[in-house]
């Protein structure tokens, strides 16, 4: 069974950092593109960062360009986003995805990717 297990989410401070992580199981990862989506409360889910089935390609939603890095570890089989100064903007509940030989286009749309993990939130407040 596919699954994908986010973790890492938490309360923080204005300027302050988290990184998640997201371990796949029931597959590997090396075929997959991967990336980040969240969806603060009464808005739309929205794409965060991706990174290509190939690594050619990653691309950040412009919101978080310069603060936030999308990477992968194929041999753990896990990838995450370090996410430095946070603000209160930032808060949501965040959701890894993978799709199997899949890009990582411009905008970054839920249909781009099959496979969800459950999330987790991040909460950025002083």
């Known amino acids: 069974q596919l699954q994908l297990v986010e973790s890492g989410g938490g309360l923080v401070q204005p300027g302050g950092s988290l990184t998640l992580s997201c371990a796949a199981s029931?597959?590997?990862?090396?075929?997959?593109?991967i990336g980040w989506f969240r969806q603060a409360p009464g808005k739309e889910r929205e794409g965060v960062s991706c990174?290509?089935?190939?690594?050619?390609?990653?691309r950040y939603a412009d919101s978080v360009k310069g603060r936030f890095t999308i990477s992968r570890d194929n041999a753990k089989n896990t990838f995450f986003l370090q996410m430095n100064g946070l603000q209160p903007e930032d808060t949501g509940v965040y959701y890894c995805?993978?799709?199997?030989?899949?890009?990582?286009?411009?905008?970054?749309?839920?249909?781009?990717?099959?496979?969800w993990g459950q999330g987790t939130q991040v909460t950025v407040s002083s």
């Open positions: 029931g597959f590997t990862l090396d075929s997959y593109a």
């Open positions: 995805v993978a799709e199997y030989l899949g890009g990582c286009p411009r905008r970054i749309t839920i249909e781009t990717f099959d496979y």
């Open positions: 990174i290509s089935s190939s690594g050619s390609t990653t």
